[in-house]
């Protein structure tokens, strides 16, 4: 069963890893670059102010959504996907990329991601198009939508779309096991057992954990930050000129007179507070 098993992997790697896959991948970038008019260098000023040079400048970009809005920010988006690329093949294939094959696999990296870019522009563009809401009110969209809805809506290419939009939502699940998975806790357990002798059980049980917390959260968890609150001591004037001084953590921008937690308080301040808080000497203005 190991012999049938080896056999189909490396009949499957040769075809995807070989000469045919390579050329298919490096024509398709091509191809679209071409057609695009080479948009990733006519354009690059465009989509560098629009992309990392927004995050400077545009608050609207990094500003978190709202517990109830179902979406994710623009730049919790380009974070989850920059944390599903990096890894296995930006950093260990770089490194086993250049000791099988010398310096000029660099170049051939270069080459391939300028060509390559435009292919995940033109996944990017057509997932955002064919996406739809579903009942939760949540954006759903990817490959298997665009094969189903852009393909399939072609003349006598219905059964093919559904066909390939399945095949690649099982390619998908067989590769979360494999390359986002095995690789990439085999080389955290190996590195901490290396380096710390952390047992590679008590590595895979960790990650297994952690894992387990931001995905069962939904995308939502995956993309959160923790939002910024701030501990300060504020006043709130009375409409009998009374004053109500209280400590904690306070959201900023609440409109409230804030003042340092480390800035010393008077006695007059602490007991005008302990009074009016019941004793916890916590009062806050929600």
């Not at 040769?14 to 006519?42: I, Y």
């Not at 292919?119 to 298997?144: D, I």
């Not at 190996?190 to 959260?217: C, D, E, K, S």
Request: hydrophobic content about 45%; charged content about 15%.
């Amino acid at each position: 069963m190991v012999d049938i098993v080896t056999r189909v992997n490396n009949v499957v790697n040769g075809f995807v890893w070989g000469p045919f896959g390579l050329a298919l991948l490096l024509c398709t970038g091509l191809w679209l670059s071409v057609r695009t008019g080479f948009f990733q260098f006519r354009r690059m000023g465009y989509w560098l102010k629009h992309t990392i040079g927004a995050i400077f400048t545009n608050k609207d970009v990094t500003a978190h959504t709202s517990k109830e809005d179902m979406a994710i920010s623009q730049f919790q988006s380009m974070c989850t996907a920059l944390a599903g690329t990096i890894g296995t093949g930006n950093i260990v294939g770089v490194a086993t990329a250049i000791v099988s094959g010398g310096p000029g696999a660099i170049f051939w990296m270069w080459v391939m991601a300028l060509l390559g870019m435009m292919t995940s522009f033109a996944e990017n563009v057509l997932g955002v198009y064919y996406r739809r809401k579903n009942e939760k009110g949540e954006w759903s969209g990817g490959a298997m939508y665009y094969l189903t809805d852009g393909l399939g809506a072609k003349p006598g290419c219905r059964a093919v779309g559904r066909v390939l939009a399945v095949l690649f939502a099982c390619f998908c699940i067989l590769a979360s096991f494999g390359i986002g998975n095995m690789s990439q806790i085999n080389s955290i357990a190996g590195n901490m057992n290396a380096a710390f002798h952390v047992p590679y059980l008590a590595t895979g049980l960790a990650l297994m954990v952690v894992t387990a917390f931001i995905v069962i959260g939904g995308l939502k968890r995956v993309a959160a930050v923790p939002r910024p609150w701030r501990k300060a001591r504020f006043t709130v004037k009375q409409p009998d000129g009374s004053r109500l001084i209280g400590t904690g953590e306070q959201p900023a921008g609440r409109g409230v007179t804030t003042k340092n937690c480390d800035e010393e308080e008077t006695s007059h301040d602490r007991n005008d507070r302990n009074q009016k808080s019941g004793g916890t000497g916590r009062l806050y203005d929600r």
